[in-house]
């Protein structure tokens, strides 16, 4: 292809054995997206970094894994109705103010 | 449309911006291990630069969080300045329209709110995640 480069590269068995599943043409495309999230961390890292903050890895983790449990939807209709109420708007208009949608 | 994890309201924003705020940084690292960014409600912004004054250093660690790859601002959008105003409207203690813009924000995209403000825990419901900068 295009603007690719072949690369040989050497994998840990658990990471080689998840290559495996994949559709061989899919391997590229799986590698080159983890490398990206990757730079993208990096970059993020660095510009914390810049402004004088070094996150401990391991309290970044938790912190993914707590916002990783986003509001249930019983959680989210009943911060509608909460703010329904404080502003006298009907459910159905603030959903629509708010682009929530049904 | 942008999948938030966490809303910065101005008190968050302007702990970041001092220096002293390393449980902002850690969150912002967390939103971007999952896949997720974190909103900057543009009245925040504004409040956050009206609490910091023009220290350039502040102002250019504002700078530095707005570059950053999993932060997107956000403005208010007329639907949302409707509610906004009126929760502002009808609650005198809710006096700063970041705040209302940030309750907004977490409710319309299912987000945590990061806060240096006790009162947003009083617009939502007890459950809703809330982090305490």
Known sequence: ?102 | MTDFALVLDAGAIAAYATGGAEIVGTHLVGADMIGMHAAVPTTCLAEAYAILGPKPEAVQRVRLLLALPCVRTVPMLPGQARAAGLLCHDHADLTRLGIAHTIITAVSSGAAAMTSSPLIGDYLPAEWPIITV
């Open chain 1, 1 to 102: 292809m295009i603007g690719m480069t072949r690369r040989t590269i050497r994998f840990a068995p658990d990471v080689d054995a998840r290559l495996d599943q994949l559709d061989a043409g899919q391997v590229s495309a799986y590698v080159t997206e983890a490398v990206r999230d990757r730079i993208t961390r990096e970059r993020t890292l660095a510009a914390l970094a810049e402004a004088g903050y070094h996150p401990d890895p391991q309290k970044a983790a938790a912190a993914a894994a707590m916002l990783a449990r986003r509001p249930s939807r019983a959680l989210r209709d009943a911060a509608v109705s909460r703010l329904a109420d404080l502003t006298g708007l009907s459910a159905g208009a603030l959903r629509d103010d708010l682009g929530l949608g049904e």
